[in-house]
């Protein structure tokens, strides 16, 4: 398909628009998680409670994300875990948003990165 010169710049402003868009999202989610994060061990809402549906309310219902993110924990298998030990736990610059005291270990390390890319999906998509 051989395109018109002159279809380049409408074909321009798309991919400008689209990143522009996916930039501005990004953005928005970097600020989100530098303010909020998923505040780690919280007594009421922290990200350890949201993902073991103990949450106190109103934070009990925010269910899609650990529904989502605790399905595709069940479906990787276990010497995964090993084998992204050193990337989940010392290597990743997710970590900086993540509370890492406590009960801190790889499933959970991979439960917050899970939740992290889940997270620039929905702002994203």
């Known amino acids: ?7 380049w710049p ?4 798309w991919v400008f628009l689209i990143l522009l868009y ?16 998923f505040r ?3 007594d009421r809402y922290g990200f350890a409670k949201m993902t073991d549906y ?16 605790n399905g595709i924990m069940e479906l990787i298998p276990d010497r995964s875990f090993v084998k992204l030990e050193k990337d989940l ?6 970590l900086r948003y993540a509370d890492t005291t406590g009960e801190w270990g790889v499933k959970i ?5 899970l939740s992290g890319i889940f997270g620039q999906i929905q702002v994203v998509g």
Request: overall charge neutral; proline content about 4%.
């Open 54 to 69: 103990t949450a106190e309310k109103p934070f009990c219902y925010s269910v899609l994300t650990p529904l989502v993110v």
């Open 22 to 37: 996916y930039v501005a999202c990004l953005v928005v989610l970097n600020t989100y998680m530098d303010r909020h994060g």
């Open 109 to 113: 390390s991979a439960r917050q990165h």
């Open 1 to 7: 398909m051989i395109l018109k010169s002159d279809s």
């Open 40 to 42: 780690g061990y919280e």
């Open 10 to 13: 409408r074909i321009f402003r």
């Open 89 to 94: 736990l010392h290597d990743s610059e997710f």
